[in-house]
């Protein structure tokens, strides 16, 4: 009966059991999400997680799609289908090796970024369109950086700029333990960049209250990683 499959559509489920299909983008997939899912896990044992990675036009294809129940993205999203709910704003720095000749300068201008070599992400990641954007906002287009190389992972790209191939901007988050370690150093813009990281689903979909738990537990981890 239709009637009945509609309503279906609209009910949750008691249960915090069942599967949840996951998208992040990378970035997120590898920084964010272990310590989060994994404080889920313990607290709903019943509940599988399924995770799909990809950059984040990926993922919000696999949103649209109904691929995956819940997106984890960089970026901003425009689909109006979509609940879109802030997580936080992360900062994104200037990414060298420490003996860089940018490396004395205490903070790097838009202008600089053009005069040395650039690693960047691939078309479609969230970080790479924030980035254009910040270009544009600056009187610059991507196509003045000097790419020369582009990767379609953090980790890849960090042992690239260890390597001196290149400078980068990244996500500071992504590069924590490298500048703790020496092996990279980190400026901030000037002006400063940041980028939302944000939780997307579909909007009037029939889910399981376990994504709503999930979603519970990711508002609590984005209020923790937020200064007050």
Known sequence: DKRIAALEDIMLTDEVSGVLLVGASTTVAEYLLPNLLGRFKREYPDVQIRLKVSNSEGIINLVENNLVDLGFIEGRVDNTGFSVQPCHDE???????????????????????????????EEGSGTREVIASYLAANDMHYADLNVVMELGSPEAIKGAVEADMGISIM???????????????????????????????????FHLRALDELLTFAYQYCRERTPA
């Open 171 to 205: 996500p500071m988050a992504t590069i924590s333990k490298e500048v703790k370690l020496g092996t990279l150093k980190a400026l901030p813009l000037n002006p400063s960049l940041t980028h939302p990281l944000s939780f997307i689903y579909k909007k009037q979909k």
């Open 91 to 121: 900062e994104l720095v200037v990414v060298m090796p420490p003996g860089h000749p940018l490396a004395e300068l205490r903070v790097v201008t838009p202008e600089v970024l053009s005069r040395y070599p650039w690693i960047c992400r």
